[in-house]
């Protein structure tokens, strides 16, 4: 059995235990039942109640939130995997039928995929852009990139093999994803009818994230009347100390109109986001500078930011960035073919007849 297998069928059975053993909750006692006695005079429990019930009620919403958080992961990852094992199954099949077809083997035809080797321009290239994350030099992280970067090569090609022949041999998978209701308020591009939303989770100062918007933007001009995309805030606060600030100025910059030029600028200048530099980014941006000043510093903007830190907690979100395409989580910052294939699938099951046609055309 593949690691990764083993892995996950390990989470799922170790999610499911603490699910079950999660249902027994301590009961409070009755309030006038005794606690404790002190020469023969009784205490009940409603002498104690007042000086705990804010500890209780604040350990009450920290479990409900872990055990939510739980079920959430475990769902996702039974999902995944699920996914995961069927694609695996549709390709094998459509591999097999193409196999007999031209009376040979599946692992013949496999192998004879050439993936484009990666070239040391690729590699040096793919540093550059990530610099700011890399901590080690470029000589020792080198081979890790290569190794990277051609593992992405090698899927995109087996991919470029495999996806005709799922067309050609009439596979699709018609079983249903599973979808999470998101609300998709805050900042958006694209068309508001799209017929696919991927609302992001995320958080000014996390390198992944700024990892993702290229892609996201890749998207956006790949299918520029099908996507529509939704920022949302989270600024992980407890690992990232500027990001709550960053964030309240993304939102005073959208109270101006400007929530994407701001978004642009916070994360080409990630490691320049104190609240000086954040006021410099809104001169340089031709906002009213007293208007920002003002709303950055009243903290006018934390109840927009707030609002949406719960309902990534009723969400069960713990790492950004974290992604819902019509429903559909994403986890991290993928590739944008992994994101290709994610739209097409949705483009497919809506019934829109271009989606091939777009696949065909991505850059």
């Known amino acids: 059995m593949h690691q990764n297998t083993i892995r996950r069928a390990c989470f799922l059975t170790i999610a499911s235990i603490y699910l079950m053993t999660a249902r027994a909750v301590c009961a409070d006692p009755q309030s006038e039942a005794p606690v404790a006695t002190i020469k023969g005079q009784v205490i009940p429990y409603s002498d104690l109640q007042p000086q705990i019930q804010s500890d209780l009620d604040r350990q009450q919403h920290q479990h409900d939130m ?59 290239s793919f540093y550059d852009s990530q610099k700011a994350q890399i901590a080690e030099p470029f000589d020792q992280i080198a081979p890790k990139i290569r190794h990277y970067l051609q593992a992405q090569a090698d899927e995109r090609a087996n991919r470029t093999y495999l996806d005709p022949l799922r067309v050609r041999y009439k596979a699709s998978v018609t079983t249903e994803p599973l979808r999470e209701q998101v609300g998709a308020s805050g900042p958006q591009r694209g068309p508001e009818n799209a017929q696919i939303t991927i609302v992001e989770f995320s958080d000014f100062q996390c390198p992944y994230c700024r990892r993702f918007t290229p892609v996201l933007n890749q998207i956006l001009s790949a299918y520029p009347s099908q996507v529509r995309l939704v920022y949302r805030y989270m ?55 007293k208007q920002f000043d003002d709303c950055l510093d009243s903290g006018q903007a934390r109840p927009t930011i707030e609002n949406d830190l719960r309902e990534a907690e009723r969400l069960g979100l713990e790492a950004t960035p974290a992604s819902f395409v019509n429903g559909r989580f994403v986890d991290g910052s993928i590739t944008f073919d992994q994101m290709t294939a994610l739209i097409n699938d949705e483009l497919r099951r809506s019934g829109d007849p271009s989606y091939r046609a777009v696949a065909s055309s991505r850059p």
Request: proline share 4%; aromatic share 4%; with cysteine.
């Open 66 to 124: 872990q055990v939510q958080q739980l079920n959430e992961t475990y769902q996702r990852a039974r999902q995944a995997f699920i996914e995961g094992e069927l694609a695996k199954l549709v390709d094998n099949r459509v591999l097999a039928l193409e196999a007999a077809a031209r009376r040979t083997t599946p692992e013949a035809l496999m192998r004879a995929v050439k993936p484009a080797a990666v070239t040391d321009e690729q590699v040096k």
């Open 235 to 289: 600024p992980l606060s407890g690992i990232h100390p500027d990001a709550q600030k960053a964030a309240e100025a993304a939102v005073c910059a959208g109270n101006q109109g400007k929530f994407w030029e701001m978004h642009a600028t916070l994360f080409a200048a990630q490691s320049s986001l104190d609240v000086g530099s954040l006021k410099e980014n809104a001169k340089r941006l031709g906002l009213r500078t």
